[in-house]
């Protein structure tokens, strides 16, 4: 008797975010460098800059540039998705990877998200919940029509799966 495997293919997503995204990590990155250098710059110049909080000051401007110089490529490089009849597939993360298989099967929802400098670049977000205690499964840095795509793309093929995602 042969058994037939009903596991998942495990292989890497095969498409890429969009290349704005690029645009949207710098921007987020340095929009922290600043959030933490603006409080440093003005306590400095009120208290008559003593030099440790220069220094602080100088690293936290370095860092932040240096963040959106470098990080941006890396997540790029990395970040990939995909939906097959079978599953939504993502890869994300620079430090910690995390690839995550969702069953189309478990899927709950699907959600698209635009945040205002998201917006600007015409990007979107598409969240995926899932009936997993893992959470849901974001893709993060789509063109804002491809989003929109793919929410449509993955509502008609759970409602087209036979389950009820729990």
Excluded at 11 to 25: G, K, L, N
Excluded at 84 to 98: K, M, N, P
Excluded at 120 to 132: E, R
Aim: aromatic share 6%.
């Amino acid at each position: 008797m042969q058994t037939v495997s009903t596991a998942l293919p495990l292989r890497p997503p095969a498409h890429r975010v969009d290349p704005r995204a690029r645009t949207w990590w710098r921007l987020r990155g340095l929009g922290v460098a600043a959030v933490v250098a603006v409080p440093q710059l003005v306590v400095a110049l009120v208290l008559g800059g003593p030099g440790w909080l220069w220094g602080t000051l100088v690293a936290t401007v370095v860092m932040g540039v240096g963040y959106a110089a470098v990080v941006p490529e890396i997540l790029f490089r990395i970040h990939r998705w995909e939906i097959t009849d079978e599953a939504v597939y993502t890869l994300s993360g620079w430090l910690v990877r995390e690839w995550r298989i969702a069953p189309i099967s478990r899927v709950q929802t699907v959600d698209t998200e635009h945040g205002p400098l998201q917006q600007v670049l015409g990007l979107a977000s598409v969240t995926v919940t899932t009936a997993s205690a893992r959470g849901p499964v974001s893709i993060r840095g789509l063109a804002t029509a491809e989003a929109h795509e793919l929410a449509r793309q993955l509502t008609e093929t759970t409602q087209a799966t036979p389950g009820d995602a729990t």
